[in-house]
């Protein structure tokens, strides 16, 4: 008895509209074409999905899908294009792409249509499908009993057909036609049309494209750049006259006198010491993008780099431009001392009440019970007061009376955080010109 085609087998499932099912080898139901192994294409007819088809590949003179079968389309490249044959190029193209084709390995867009057509029995004739050789396709017809199962390696059907149907088979079986033998000349011409076709793409195909980038070589190289950086930052704080770990009243002399900045100890203030100097500093460069980072994050990314506990002294280098009575710009720096207790104030002598020049609050009275003047409205006659909150937050009550300037950081957009930073330092550039000028460009 002569093999099921997979092509006929094929054209009579989609002409008796029979709902062809993917299976595995075992006759279970798969999940999807790519982890199939046969395709159920009627209750008695099981074929592999790798099966090749009469159905030639452009470019390929192959005759025999047996012994050639690169040069053939697979029975599962033919029955996608069948079910996706309403489905847009770009996105027929990327689905036979996840259901494990490779390129040119399905059927491309020019030749879709056509397949289409011949499947629905719309023509009859196709130049670029192999006859068969020595018979006629018969009729599709439902099978009664007997089960047919196609192996992977040659398509021979395995079945215990009847008497009655050998009968039946013989019967129909015709004379052998006449193998049909193409122009050589027309093979080139087509060659040469198909040589020249381009596949449709869309904006998706052409973004997504056929291969997964992997960006993960950007990222650590980025994480080295900022890493040796902050490493160059702390030699060089390291190297300045005043190490921060043996900071002592002696070590300081008249001629560096530079002004302090007190803020609050509170763990849930806005600004700590983990995160005081890329806020007042680091993001008066352009460079940096995100500018202010909350106090919990940064506490965490310190503790991820091993630093569990914050410096009690950090030193802030701010660059100024002055305009002189000429009207000629200077650039000058100037250094700035942060602390957060009266214990790092101790540090700077005798005299470091005189050069605190700013107070940054929470709202919190306590915070002012160690301070040399600890009523907030004496103190903030003798430093300038800077109470931090969020831009939403309700207005505090407490502070109404203390003669302190509010500073209000933004929660979501930090692309205002350089204009809050600029405007901090205009009022206590202000402050210090007008109160304790000596600390100017100390």
């Known amino acids: ?217 950007v990222r650590d190289a980025c994480v080295a750049k900022l890493k040796s950086l902050k490493e160059a930052r702390r030699q060089e704080d390291a190297c300045t006259p005043f190490l921060l770990s043996k900071v002592t009243p002696e070590t300081f002399c008249v001629e560096n006198v530079y002004p302090i900045i007190m803020i609050s100890s509170s763990p849930t203030s806005l600004i700590t010491m983990f995160n005081v100097r890329r806020f007042l500093q680091e993001s008066m460069h352009v460079l940096f993008i995100v500018l202010f980072e909350p106090s919990a994050e940064a506490r965490a990314h310190a503790a991820a780099e091993g630093t569990t506990r914050a410096e009690d002294l950090i030193p802030i280098d701010r660059e100024r431009t002055v305009v002189e009575p000429g009207g000629q710009t200077r650039a000058s720096a100037q250094r700035y001392y942060v602390v957060d207790s009266v214990e790092a104030l101790n540090k700077f002598g005798a005299d470091a009440w005189d050069r605190v020049v700013c107070v940054l609050t929470t709202g919190q009275v306590w915070q002012f019970r160690p301070y040399k003047w600890s009523e907030p409205r004496v103190l903030f006659h003798h430093v300038k007061g800077i109470y931090v909150s969020w831009t939403n937050d309700p207005p505090n009550p407490k502070v109404k009376d203390w003669n302190v300037t509010e500073l209000k950081i933004d929660p979501h957009r930090r692309h205002v955080d350089k204009s809050t930073v600029a405007y901090f330092w205009k009022t206590l550039d202000t402050w210090t010109a007008l109160h304790k000028p000596s600390l100017v460009n100390a």
């Open 1 to 217: 008895m002569r093999a099921m085609d997979p092509l006929d087998a094929l054209r009579a499932a989609v002409s008796a509209k029979y709902d062809i099912t993917t299976v595995n080898a075992s006759g279970a139901l798969a999940g999807s074409l790519r982890t199939a192994t046969h395709l159920r294409l009627s209750a008695t007819t099981t074929l592999p999905k790798n099966a090749p088809t009469r159905l030639r590949k452009a470019g390929s003179s192959a005759t025999d899908p047996t012994s050639h079968p690169d040069g053939f389309f697979m029975l599962e490249a033919v029955y996608l294009a069948w079910l996706l044959r309403d489905t847009p190029g770009g996105e027929y193209m990327k689905q036979a792409r996840e259901h494990g084709l490779p390129a040119g390995g399905f059927v491309s867009l020019t030749e879709r249509k056509s397949i289409v057509d011949w499947l629905k029995r719309t023509v009859n004739n196709l130049g670029n499908i192999i006859p068969l050789l020595g018979a006629v396709p018969t009729p599709f017809r439902p099978p009664s009993s007997t089960c047919l199962f196609i192996s992977t390696t040659h398509t021979q059907v395995l079945s215990s057909a009847s008497t009655r149907q050998r009968g039946d088979v013989g019967a129909t079986t015709s004379p052998s036609k006449r193998r049909y033998v193409p122009d050589s000349t027309d093979v080139e011409v087509v060659k040469r049309i198909r040589q020249g076709e381009v596949e449709l793409h869309d904006h998706n195909t052409v973004l997504r494209g056929v291969k997964n980038n992997n960006f993960s070589s």
